[in-house]
């Protein structure tokens, strides 16, 4: 009798210790069936809720587009608060932008670079991928601009900016002729700017006079040009309206048409395009009175 009380003993603790192994296996970290399914529930309400949140602001990743944009320096500032605006009404869309010298950027897009737009600071380097231009200016017959989009977007002025206080006493660019100047700074003659530059110069009769005399340097896009000027590195500068602007530049003479010809910024959507409809949307956007605000803030004037 005694034996078998000591077995039935023995059994009823073995199975209150299994037991409480048991739980303490769940106390350890272990979780139920009903948390593990609460845990679960929540999780996908927040990622249902997330996904519902961006497909509300068009960001789905099916939706969203990246629309790459080639576009002269001296747009940096205009199209970067332009960028910033279109965001707000097309939030699908992602402008990512390239500045440089339309020389550079004509180059990179012959070479086969991704670009749905391009924004040249001159008719020359728009030509050059235009079928329909002059063969004389598009010498390697490239067809590579969306026949219908090109339009003219914007026209500047080509002005005489001197750092703060005007040093070396500059007033006009017939003054580039005299010795008050030691040192002008140019864009290269292969970027727009530049090539604006040496029109003026050369209607003045002194381009000769001042490269013999050592007296001109050069930048490779109007950025390099304004801000040699900014840090008085140079006498003067040639650069564009809008630049001297932005960079709050003292202006001194703005060239007229007998100078230099009109400063006429060309845009258009490539063939090359991935996304061609947006960036006609876009191209279109730019022709309203929210960028002409913009535009005409600092100095350009829509193109006629």
Do not use: H, W
């Amino acid at each position: 009798m005694k034996k078998l009380y000591a077995s039935v003993l023995a059994g009823v603790l073995a199975m209150n210790f299994l037991a409480g192994c048991g739980g303490n296996d769940n106390a350890a970290g272990g979780t139920t069936a009903a948390e593990s399914g609460s845990a679960l529930s929540a999780e996908t309400t927040q990622e249902k809720r997330a996904e519902e949140t961006k497909a509300a602001a068009g960001e789905t990743e099916e939706d969203k587009v990246e629309l790459l944009i080639f576009a002269a320096a001296s747009m940096t500032e205009t199209m970067t608060e332009i960028a910033e605006m279109y965001k707000e009404i097309k939030p699908g869309v992602e402008i990512v932008y390239t500045f440089d010298s339309s020389g550079t950027l004509k180059t990179q897009i012959e070479e086969g670079a991704d670009c749905d737009i391009f924004i040249s600071a001159a008719q020359k380097q728009m030509n050059q991928l235009d079928i329909t231009a002059d063969s004389s200016v598009n010498t390697d017959g490239l067809d590579l601009v969306q026949e219908g989009t090109r339009f003219n977007l914007v026209e500047n002025k080509v002005v005489l900016a001197v750092p703060d206080g005007n040093p070396a006493g500059i007033e006009t660019y017939e003054d580039l002729g005299t010795d008050k100047l030691n040192l002008l700074c140019l864009g290269n003659e292969d970027v727009p700017v530049g090539a604006y530059s040496i029109e003026i110069l050369t209607s003045l009769g002194i381009l000769q006079q001042l490269e013999s005399g050592s007296k001109i340097t050069y930048g490779s896009n109007v950025k390099e040009v304004t801000t040699q000027v900014k840090e008085a590195s140079v006498d003067c500068g040639i650069i564009y309206a809008t630049d001297a602007f932005s960079a709050g530049l003292t202006v001194v003479d703005e060239a007229d048409k007998d100078q230099c010809k009109q400063v006429i910024y060309p845009a258009a959507v490539l063939k090359g395009s991935k996304n061609k409809e947006e960036a006609k949307e876009f191209l279109d956007y730019l022709t309203g009175d929210e960028c002409r605000a913009v535009f005409e803030a600092v100095g350009f004037t829509m193109a006629q």
